[in-house]
């Protein structure tokens, strides 16, 4: 696999810490971070990180911290590190790609990204419920006053809110699985974002589960999620009949 480009080390940066809580282990925090910018797209397969040294000092922690969160990410088959080639950002599994290059039918593919979606995510919202830290809270809130924007940075910050809530469990085992899930269905997801009408809805869609999450409510945040979900199925095969009608007058 030849590397699209090396990383530059400062666009690595880790955000900076809540001060009111220590949201786990310095390599946790290494490793979800790194999780959170291959999600979104910022890192993509073929990217080959900093050295180790470099990658360290830019995220401002230590060479120890660093090995673990990679021993992490290698284990889930995010990076790959050999030597003399450094570290690189995989692809999705052969097998995964081969099943969504075969697939011809777009509304077969919005099936089943939404049956994946509704097995995970309605689950994370009931324990983010029960497991949110303020920090938690926080970081969701603060993404959420984010200003509507186009379809790539609203999908950004679709994926980021995903991603924190799950983060917001306490599983590491569901939250690395759903890292996965949105770096698979991001192409997919992107089609319910195409208006700013279908913004809105995923905007207030999110509002609804915080509310519950901030609550403590377990069964409102998944009744929330399962809602959401259902709303941006819609409108994903509203936009997938808008273009098969453009290209087929």
């Known amino acids: ?44 397969p073929g990217d080959r990180l900093p050295s180790e040294r470099d990658l360290a000092a830019a995220l401002g922690v230590s060479r120890a911290s660093l090995r673990e969160a990679m021993h992490e990410l290698e284990a889930k088959h995010l990076l790959e590190r050999r030597p003399g080639r450094g570290t690189t950002v995989l ?12 697939l011809s039918d777009a509304e077969h593919q ?5 049956e ?8 994370l919202a009931e324990l983010a419920a029960l497991r949110a830290t303020p920090a938690h809270l926080a970081e969701l ?14 999908l950004r910050l679709d994926l980021e809110f995903h991603l924190l809530l799950a983060t917001a469990s ?8 759903n890292t996965v899930v949105c770096s698979w269905t991001s192409a997919t997801r992107l089609a319910s974002h195409s208006t700013r009408y279908a913004r809105e809805v995923s905007l207030l869609g999110h509002r609804a589960i915080l509310e519950a999450v901030r609550a403590g409510d377990g069964p409102a945040a998944r009744a929330a999620m399962t809602r959401h979900l259902a709303d941006v199925a819609a ?12 290209d087929h007058p």
Do not use: C, F, W
């Open 1 to 44: 696999m030849n590397a699209r480009r090396t990383v530059a080390p400062e666009t690595l940066r880790l955000p900076p810490r809540a001060p009111e809580t220590q949201l786990g282990s310095v390599s946790s925090e290494i490793s979800a971070h790194l999780e959170k910018l291959i999600a979104v797209g910022d890192l993509a």
């Open 141 to 154: 809130e603060n993404l959420l006053r984010e200003p509507l924007s186009g379809p790539r940075e609203s």
């Open 235 to 246: 409108l994903t095969r509203d936009d997938i009949h808008r273009s098969e009608n453009h």
């Open 170 to 177: 306490g599983n590491p085992l569901m939250s690395a699985v």
């Open 110 to 114: 919005l099936r089943d990204v939404a």
């Open 91 to 102: 692809p999705a599994p052969e097998r995964v790609q081969a099943l969504y290059s075969q």
């Open 116 to 123: 994946l979606r509704e097995t995970i995510e309605p689950r």
